[in-house]
């Protein structure tokens, strides 16, 4: 076993595919292929499942990565000390639901990030998504919320994904509106004040279940509904058509402007948000530093954190 085959699986799992990792190594599809079946051959386990999908990490291969990644990581610690080696680019990838606090905080670890180079990936996606990238380590972070209605069924996933569950805040609902919407001067809605106007949602694609769904109240029948896939989008419509969405109140107007105001809605429901990991991963120093800002931004926002 050596170094250069570990950072080889750090490539490949980075890269999500050996074609894509081979590019970035500028090395051959076959060269790299047949370090990965040496290594696996070596240390007796399948690493990799192959499928004519492409390649997912085993469960073995998951734990493999977590001790490979710090074995890099260590390495590269040594060299930069007693040989003056310049540091390899920082590596990080999250995978979040729509929430302007997780784009913050990215933005917050870039800016402090001491090396001038890094590949980090920041990934707005589906819920169902979040747990597979997480699953599968194609990012080390995963950020999503539970409620009493989807708990129990998220939950089970994780635990049959190997996923933990580490909550940050309860989050108190709130809709996000235009600042000239009707009702822009109340300080508190329930959700009937809303009726006449358009339901803005992240649309969850094949995975479309109710527990997958990025607002509370996902079961209740809307008079207008718009489905969207990024955040963009849903803030143009929620502007243009005095629409609303249904959200964790964590509002960043640097990030998302001056139009938009969050109020508080009257709700028993609650929100748990909070990030999962993969229970035989343990989380790069870039990831740590990552969960650092978010409690950071959290807390700033007056929320306490979460310890659980």
């Known amino acids: ?23 970035q190594l500028f090395i051959s599809q076959p060269s ?14 399948d690493i990799f499942l192959r499928t004519s999908k492409g390649i997912a990490l085993s469960n073995e291969g998951a734990e493999f990565l977590s001790y490979a990644r710090q074995v890099v990581e260590q390495a590269e610690l040594l060299e930069q000390r007693y040989m003056d080696k310049k540091p390899t680019k920082k590596l990080c990838s999250i995978s979040t639901q729509h929430y302007a606090f997780a784009v913050q905080a990215f933005v917050s670890l870039l800016k ?9 990936t920041l990934r707005e996606t589906r819920t169902y998504e979040i747990i597979e990238d997480v699953r599968h380590m194609r990012s080390e972070i995963g950020i999503l919320y539970l409620s009493d209605f989807n708990r129990k069924v998220i939950e089970k996933i994780l635990k049959e994904s190997g996923l933990r569950f580490h909550p940050l805040f309860a989050a108190e609902p709130h809709v996000f509106i235009s600042t000239e919407h009707p009702l822009a001067d109340k300080t508190m809605l329930a959700i009937e004040d809303l009726d006449e106007f358009p339901c803005l949602a992240f649309e969850q694609g094949e995975y479309n279940s109710f527990h997958f769904s990025e607002e509370i109240l996902s079961t209740r029948s809307y008079k207008k509904k718009i489905m969207v896939s990024d955040r963009a989008t849903l803030f143009n419509l929620l502007i243009g058509l005095n629409g609303y969405t249904i959200s964790s109140g964590v509002l960043n107007e640097d990030l998302n402007g001056e139009n938009i105001k969050s109020v508080r809605l009257r709700t028993d429901e609650n929100m748990q948000i909070g990030y999962i990991t993969n229970k035989k991963a343990n989380l790069s120093r ?7 800002k978010l409690e950071s931004i959290i807390t700033d926002f007056g929320y306490a954190i979460l310890k659980g």
């Open 1 to 23: 076993m050596t170094l250069q085959q570990l950072k080889y699986i750090l490539a490949i799992v980075s890269c999500g595919s050996i074609s894509e990792a081979a590019k």
């Open 32 to 45: 790299l292929s047949s370090a990965v079946k040496e290594l696996e051959q070596e240390i007796g386990l």
């Open 112 to 120: 402090d990030l001491n090396t001038n180079e890094y590949e980090c």
């Open 286 to 292: 870039l990831a740590t530093d990552y969960v650092g």
